[in-house]
């Protein structure tokens, strides 16, 4: 029997960082992975991470602001105080461990400015700066002796009597299923762009680890905040970073016109995520754009500057739209990158679950509330992923292992898998419905959405769900079979776009990234609270929590 104290499920830098941590606190700690651990999502992080080093001038008390005031106040202050206290130290570890970050005339460390900062405060490689930070990160796993199972998908989480006692999981190159004994384990699965059509992120991220936790009980805590980007290409929606904006880009409508002047004066371009998709949205709308885009101006900044710090977005530009951003402006929209909600935490990363924990962008650890800032969320990673390898290391010694039957927990899920391989052909394809699922989200969980919107996407999910449970899945081969994790990440998505429809539904208040046509203004009043999608007998049931307000009062939200 497969057997350690702490499991870390996900190998991106959230499941890295807590593996090393629980590893060094003595833990026989392992990390599992449905892909190669460089293969997860925080390899196409861009634009870099946000630090308030004192040698600066900088204050993390300045970076807490700008985090609160663009979290929409919805954010707890008391989890943004520790992000941003320990952002300082997480920085330079990661440059001690061997990372190359840009460095400045002077030769220290070089900063660009990102949206929603009064500061330069974000560091950067290039514009890969998570391929960077997660190859270091990667070479440091090695090194700290973690067991890492790599391309295992996990499929279930084994409770009985509410405590927590490991997950099954498929051994994909062999097909075999597993059950692996743990005594603590921490949610590292990423966030869940996919369940939106297109969207930024990679193939793979289909929120897997914030189904498993609400199918076990635990909150979805803000799901109805959606971050959608200002600038995605055209077409294929892959993200062209914010560091353009940073280093100084201009956004264009049809006429050359740049438009952010009108809606955020002071900072134009490099207001917060929210603000500016709703100015390009509003500008689409309009008639201001072309073929639903506006424009990403960067002919200006000339080509050697590009060729340093923009490279990898340059050939994005020309790979996938044909349009080289040194000669001419790239047509860009807004477009789902990044969930502000996920697995309710506190600030050592534990669950409502005994023993369960979750970091990085499965988790809410409410850091982000409404709204994330860029570069903050590679920062949370780090910074909560270590804290809670530190924790989940220690509860870990008072904790007995669950004795559970391993043959009969493999059973039942090899049956439950079973199933679904001897379903009749009825002619339908996971492929459909998960188009469906995403193209309904897009539409009607938008940038702007309203009561009708949002209602229509819940019909959508569930005549989905009902076609889900016939679905065949034609490879009947246990080894390789893509086919097979492809149908069974489906049902993750489809819990947890139930769970962002009914939370969007619920919030009767525009507010961060919850832009409500019907409800235009933020009301303090009645929803200064988070909301929590728990699983119920059919569907998901809310219930509030409060924010945490330290130091920071409320104010109306300008830039
Ligand atoms: C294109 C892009 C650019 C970005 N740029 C920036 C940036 O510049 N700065 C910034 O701060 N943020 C950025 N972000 C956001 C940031 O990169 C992510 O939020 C962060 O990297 C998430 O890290 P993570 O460790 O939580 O999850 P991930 O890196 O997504 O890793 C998830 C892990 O979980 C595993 N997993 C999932 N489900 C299962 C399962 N069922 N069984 C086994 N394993 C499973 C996967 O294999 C993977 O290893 C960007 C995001 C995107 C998409």
Redesign the pocket.
């Known amino acids: 029997m497969l057997e350690h104290d702490v499991l870390v499920?996900?190998?991106?830098?959230?499941?890295?960082?807590a593996a090393i941590a629980a590893r060094a606190n003595g833990a026989n700690t392992a990390i599992?992975?449905?892909?190669h651990?460089v293969?997860?999502?925080?390899?196409?992080?861009?634009?870099?991470?946000?630090a308030a080093l004192l040698d600066r001038g900088d204050d993390w008390e300045d970076h807490a602001y700008d985090t609160i005031k663009g979290s929409d106040f919805l954010g707890d202050q008391d989890a943004i105080e520790v992000m941003c206290r320990s952002a300082g130290k997480a920085l330079i570890d990661m440059e001690h461990m061997g990372v190359t970050f840009n460095r400045d005339d002077e030769g220290k460390l070089g900063t660009r400015a990102f949206g929603g900062q009064r500061r330069a405060r974000?560091f950067?490689v290039g514009d890969f700066?998570?391929q960077a930070l997660?190859h270091v990160m990667f070479e440091q796993l090695i090194k700290s002796g973690v067991q890492s199972y790599e391309e295992?998908?996990?499929?279930s989480l084994i409770i009985e009597d509410g405590q927590v006692g490991g997950v099954t999981?498929l051994e994909i190159r062999t097909g075999q299923l597993h059950a692996i004994r743990a005594k603590t384990i921490i949610f590292?699965?990423?966030?869940c762009?996919r369940l939106f059509e297109p969207?930024?992120?990679?193939l793979?991220?289909?929120g897997?680890?914030m189904a498993?936790a609400y199918n076990a009980g635990a909150g979805l805590m803000d799901m109805e905040m959606v971050q959608y980007h200002p600038t995605t290409l055209a077409g294929s929606g892959?993200?062209l970073?914010?560091?353009a904006r940073g280093e100084g880009a201009y956004l264009r409508d049809k006429n050359g016109n740049r438009f952010m002047e009108k809606y955020a004066p002071n900072m134009m371009e490099l207001a917060s995520r929210d603000v500016v998709s709703r100015a390009e949205q509003t500008e689409i709308n309009a008639g201001n754009g072309i073929n639903g885009c506006v424009f990403l101006d960067c002919t200006h900044l000339g080509e050697a500057l590009i060729t340093e710090k923009l490279s990898q977005i340059r050939e994005i530009g020309i790979d996938l739209a044909g349009v080289d951003m040194v000669r001419e402006p790239v047509p860009i929209r807004p477009g789902m990158?990044?969930i502000m909600g996920g697995i309710k935490t506190d600030i050592d990363g534990q669950t409502t679950l005994p023993g369960v924990y979750a970091?990085?962008?499965?988790?809410n650890v409410s850091v982000h509330g409404g709204n994330?800032l860029?570069?903050?969320?590679?920062?949370?990673?780090i910074v909560f992923?270590e804290r809670s390898g530190n924790h989940a290391a220690e509860a870990s010694r008072s904790i007995p292992f669950l004795p559970f039957n391993e043959q009969e927990v493999v059973s039942r899920e090899e049956q439950r898998i079973r199933e679904m391989l001897e379903r009749p052909d009825n002619g339908d394809r996971w492929g459909n419905i998960r188009l469906g699922m995403g193209e309904s989200m897009v539409g009607n969980v938008a940038v702007y959405r309203d009561h009708q919107s949002v209602e229509e996407a819940i019909r959508d999910l569930g005549q989905l769900r009902d076609r889900y449970a016939q679905v065949p899945v034609h490879n009947k081969n246990r080894v390789f079979n893509t086919d097979l994790v492809f149908a069974?990440?489906l049902g993750?998505m489809l819990d947890v776009a139930d769970t962002i429809a009914v939370s969007a539904l619920d919030r009767k208040e525009s507010r961060g990234a919850q832009a409500r046509t019907d409800y235009p203004s933020r009301d303090d009043e009645n929803w200064l609270k988070h909301i929590v999608a728990k699983k119920g007998e059919v569907g998901p049931e809310i219930s509030y929590l409060p924010v945490t307000i330290t130091k920071w009062e409320l104010e109306e939200r300008k830039y």
């Not at 599992?32 to 892909?35: F, N, T």
């Open positions: 499920i996900g190998a991106g830098l959230a499941g890295m960082r599992i992975s449905k892909v651990p293969r997860s999502h925080s390899n196409a992080a861009q634009g870099g991470i946000n974000t950067f700066t998570g997660l295992w998908f996990v499929t999981a590292c699965t990423g966030g762009g969207s930024t992120n990679a793979i991220v289909t897997d680890g498993l892959v993200l970073s914010e560091a990158h990044y970091a990085g962008e499965c988790a994330r860029g570069a903050n969320s590679l920062l949370d990673t992923g069974l990440e993750y």
